[in-house]
């Protein structure tokens, strides 16, 4: 997935417009599509690092947090829009584990839990088991909240 979303960069600067491109799990930023294009990116980032926090406040942003680092604040132009962005952004973390790289992987949940089986047993079992325990329940947490979200704007409609 890609496109324009405004990026917050700082309190002199405010809200930016960037180009956003959602790809195997990473998702970089360019000043602008044209920029993609040429490969002058201004940064990326591992989606699976990220918890995808849905705003309450703003029906337009999507916070991605990173563990009292570098968070990433994302707005898109309107609700769809950002609808859009939340389910690719988990989609992306659901099929690109932290520990597996893109050739590892595709769209099939059997490939997925294949490698998730593997990584159990190449390690202790414990550390990969409470990372995936974790990722999962901060997806069901996503989608709770976005059917939240869509069920309060039936009752509005």
Same mark, same amino acid.
């Given at each position: 997935?890609?496109?324009?979303?405004?990026?917050?960069?700082?309190?002199?600067?405010?809200?930016?417009?960037?180009?956003?491109?959602?790809?195997?799990?990473?998702?970089?930023?360019?000043?602008?599509?044209?920029?993609?294009?040429?490969?002058?990116?201004?940064?990326?980032?591992?989606?699976?690092?990220?918890?995808?926090?849905?705003?309450? =406040?703003?029906?337009?942003?999507?916070? #991605?947090?990173? /563990? %009292? $680092? &570098?968070?990433?604040? *994302?707005?898109?132009?309107?609700?769809?829009?950002?609808?859009?962005?939340?389910?690719?952004?988990?989609?992306?973390?659901?099929?690109?584990? =932290?520990?597996?790289?893109?050739?590892? #992987?595709?769209? /099939? %949940? $059997? &490939?997925?839990?294949? *490698?998730?089986?593997?990584?159990?047993?190449?390690?202790?079992?414990?550390?990969?088991?409470?990372?995936?325990?974790?990722?999962?329940?901060?997806?069901?947490?996503?989608?709770?909240? #976005?059917?939240?979200?869509?069920?309060?704007?039936?009752?509005?409609?």
């Amino acid at each position: 997935m890609d496109g324009y979303l405004q990026k917050w960069t700082n309190y002199l600067k405010g809200w930016q417009l960037r180009y956003f491109v959602l790809k195997d799990g990473i998702l970089s930023y360019f000043n602008t599509e044209n920029d993609s294009k040429n490969g002058d990116c201004k940064g990326s980032y591992k989606i699976f690092m990220f918890d995808i926090i849905v705003n309450k =406040s703003d029906k337009t942003r999507v916070d #991605l947090i990173l /563990s %009292n $680092e &570098n968070n990433l604040y *994302l707005k898109a132009s309107d609700y769809k829009e950002r609808q859009k962005w939340l389910v690719a952004l988990a989609s992306q973390k659901a099929i690109y584990p =932290s520990n597996a790289l893109p050739s590892q #992987l595709n769209d /099939s %949940n $059997e &490939n997925t839990s294949k *490698l998730l089986s593997q990584n159990e047993n190449s390690m202790s079992g414990t550390y990969d088991s409470t990372y995936f325990l974790k990722l999962k329940q901060s997806e069901l947490k996503l989608y709770c909240d #976005l059917l939240s979200q869509q069920i309060t704007i039936q009752f509005q409609l």
